[in-house]
């Protein structure tokens, strides 16, 4: 009688899943992005649709990729059907994004700062801690604030465009 309740028990889960995915998309993905996809890179993932491609294509043609990037891969392609299906990934925000859950918004998700490729979840979850309440008005205020994150998490951060035009420096310039 158990392997019989166990395989109900599986066939019920994957209708729960096929649910989700139907009829609230964005719950399911970023359910998904946050438990299941260990290998998301907001770098690749979050470039839009043409980037993911080539990135798939990049790992399908290597012969000798590692298990990183295999399980790169298989969140790349769903992020492919994401995209696919009109959605897209907003700006990591260094005042709204969580550390380790994405966010549903409207029509698209906010990744969290454990996306930054290298970033792990304790200078994440400190990030999230030490920002509560604060108003920064330059990228070294942010940075001396948030020390767990290295001067590359900080790079890696500008490019990702989280600072959304914040001055670098907190010095004003008179003339």
């Not at 158990?2 to 989700?20: D, L, N, S, T």
């Not at 993911?52 to 492919?80: F, G, P």
């Not at 920064?136 to 959304?164: D, P, V, Y």
Request: proline letters at 2%; hydrophobic letters at 45%; glycine letters at 4%.
């Amino acid at each position: 009688l158990f392997p019989k309740a166990h395989a109900v028990a599986y066939v019920m889960m994957a209708f729960r899943i096929a649910w989700f995915k139907v009829h609230e998309p964005l719950a399911f993905y970023a359910t998904f992005f946050s438990v299941r996809a260990k290998a998301f890179d907001a770098e690749y993932c979050c470039a839009g649709m043409d980037a993911v491609k080539r990135k798939i294509k990049e790992i399908e043609n290597n012969k000798d990729a590692t298990a990183v990037e295999q399980n790169l891969l298989t969140t790349l392609e769903v992020c492919y059907e994401f995209y696919l299906r009109g959605f897209h990934f907003d700006t990591i925000n260094i005042y709204k994004s969580d550390a380790t859950k994405f966010i549903v918004t409207e029509k698209g998700l906010l990744p969290p700062f454990v996306t930054v490729h290298g970033l792990g979840e304790a200078a994440a979850l400190d990030t999230v801690e030490k920002r509560k309440g604060k108003e920064f008005i330059s990228i070294e205020e942010f940075a001396m604030c948030c020390n767990k994150l290295s001067k590359t998490h900080i790079e890696q951060l500008k490019a990702l465009g989280a600072f959304a035009g914040m001055a670098d420096t907190s010095q004003i310039t008179l003339f």
